[in-house]
């Protein structure tokens, strides 16, 4: 098969771009006799495309990471000019890892659009701010629909969610998993860096660790709340909170002033960490560290921050709303991201319960190893082959 690819969202520092570099990167090397074109607007994504795959550069006047932002959108000439450049007719199929960049694409080729989950359908006013933005997403979403020979997802959770939201013919639409970097294991000796340790993360004292964006629908609010609940409480004197995520360049959707002013207020300042974007390297250090992860969100397509922290060691209290429970199994707690007092009694149990700790990290670690993005990228052959025969 020849095979385009849009890469647009390559260099996205967040789900999205992590989720493409990693399945789209095991692809091309699984998968070496089919011909792949990587369509990109930023000439930073040469730099990591595999080497295996065929770049084509498309003039754009902003990269497609910064314009489409959560306040903008992308040019009208941009657009045109990815959308000719992928209308190649030599291709026989054109894959969207993200309808986040997908612009409409024409002639003979089959098209595969990836709708990681339907947050923004659910939650439009915490994840797109303006009307404008609101009405860009939904026409986007809705022609990739219906242009799409097939659509794809990250989980069973998100597959039930986009059938009943876009009222989609099953048959049109799959489940491709995700997974967590072999990077992110369990470490005999975790040492914190020189900036680990400039942020107040050293090898003592307890921590909990929030890994994401902070978008209104991350519901971090209730985790500060809870937080500061717990450290009234003199048996959490060391407890701190970790919150990891980029916040100062951030083109999603931010409410980070207002988490920071809550931190404030409840007196937490020399308590919570905001550590702002972390490289893998220093990631899984801090997640082996680390006494839970907490990702309250009210809704995960998937939640591969907790998969990350499972494979580190760290065992998680997750959302209910997401793929965590048919993922994660024992490695996890859910709860109701709607009662903060769930998790407030997660946290409890698992900081006071050595034996729970360890019966969660054993049963974390197991479910981790299942997945690989080896697994992740046949799914995904199997599915572009069925969409080129059809």
């Not at 039930?160 to 799959?174: A, D, G, M, T």
């Not at 060391?238 to 951030?250: C, Q």
Request: aromatic share 8%; hydrophobic share 45%; glycine share 6%.
């Amino acid at each position: 098969m020849r095979i385009g690819v849009d890469a647009a969202c390559w260099q996205n520092t967040r789900g999205y771009g992590r989720h493409a570099r990693a399945l789209l990167t095991a692809l091309v090397r699984l998968n070496a006799e089919n011909q792949y074109t990587f369509f990109t607007d930023s000439t930073q994504s040469q730099i990591t495309i595999p080497a295996e795959a065929a770049v084509r550069m498309v003039y754009s006047t902003t990269p497609t990471v910064v314009a489409a932002s959560a306040n903008g959108h992308r040019s009208t000439g941009d657009m045109w000019r990815m959308s000719r450049a992928m209308s190649d007719p030599a291709l026989d199929i054109v894959l969207f890892p993200t309808v986040y960049s997908y612009v409409p694409v024409f002639g003979r080729s089959k098209k595969l659009v990836m709708i990681h989950d339907v947050i923004a359908e659910k939650y439009p006013n915490a994840t797109l701010p303006t009307l404008r933005a609101r009405l860009f997403w939904k026409t986007k979403v809705s022609l990739a629909c219906w242009q799409a020979d097939a659509i794809a997802t990250v989980s069973e959770y998100s597959r039930e969610r986009i059938l009943k939201h876009f009222r989609l013919s099953p048959e049109r639409v799959f489940v491709i998993g995700e997974a967590s970097d072999p990077i992110f294991r369990r470490l005999d000796d975790p040492k914190p860096s020189p900036r680990l340790i400039s942020l107040g993360i050293a090898r003592s004292g307890r921590f909990i660790v929030y890994v994401g964006g902070f978008s209104p629908h991350k519901n971090l609010e209730t985790l500060i709340a809870v937080f500061a609940t717990l450290s009234r409480q003199s048996e959490f004197h060391d407890l701190r909170l970790v919150m990891v995520g980029e916040y100062e360049k951030e083109i999603f959707h931010s409410y980070f002033g207002t988490i920071k002013k809550q931190v404030e207020k409840f007196g937490l300042a020399e308590r919570v960490i905001f550590t702002g974007y972390l490289p893998d390297d220093e990631l899984v250090v801090l997640l082996n560290l680390s006494t839970v992860l907490v990702l309250p969100s009210l809704m995960e397509g998937f939640g591969l921050p907790a998969i990350e922290a499972a494979a580190s060691g760290c065992p998680v209290i997750a959302t209910i709303e997401s793929a965590l429970p048919r993922v994660l199994g024992n490695g996890a707690i859910y709860i109701n991201p709607n009662r903060p007092e769930d998790l407030e009694q997660a946290l409890v149990r698992v900081l006071e319960s050595d034996d729970l700790r360890r019966q969660m990290r054993a049963a974390g670690l197991v479910a981790a190893r299942r997945l690989s993005w080896g697994a992740a990228a046949r799914q995904l052959i199997q599915v572009m082959e069925k969409v080129v025969i059809q």
